[in-house]
């Protein structure tokens, strides 16, 4: 698994790939509500989780470095 999540962090670790990859994740819903009501959406939903775990972003122990990071984003003004 180690030589799996390697090969995502060398595609999307660069600027070309993180466009691709959050390209990806607005496309799979990633960081908005879901409606619950609505299958496709999580199932799209996981998809991007899943790739996100694949790129070891939620490996073992990384779960404060991620709150971190997502704690120190500050929201633009086009997003309000």
């Known amino acids: 698994m180690k030589e799996l999540t390697a090969k ?7 600027p070309i790939g ?4 959050a390209d ?3 496309t799979t819903h990633f ?9 496709v959406q999580i199932a ?9 775990a694949k790129l070891g972003i939620f ?3 990384t779960k404060e ?9 500050v929201p633009s003004e086009a997003a309000e």
Request: no cysteine; glycine share 10%.
């Open 8 to 14: 995502y962090r060398i595609t999307f670790g660069n």
């Open 59 to 61: 490996s073992s122990g």
């Open 44 to 52: 799209e939903y996981n998809v991007g989780v899943a790739t996100m």
């Open 65 to 73: 470095a991620v709150i971190r990071a997502l704690m120190a984003i």
């Open 24 to 26: 990806f994740l607005d």
């Open 31 to 39: 960081g908005v509500t879901l409606n619950p009501d609505n299958p």
């Open 18 to 21: 993180m466009e691709v990859l």
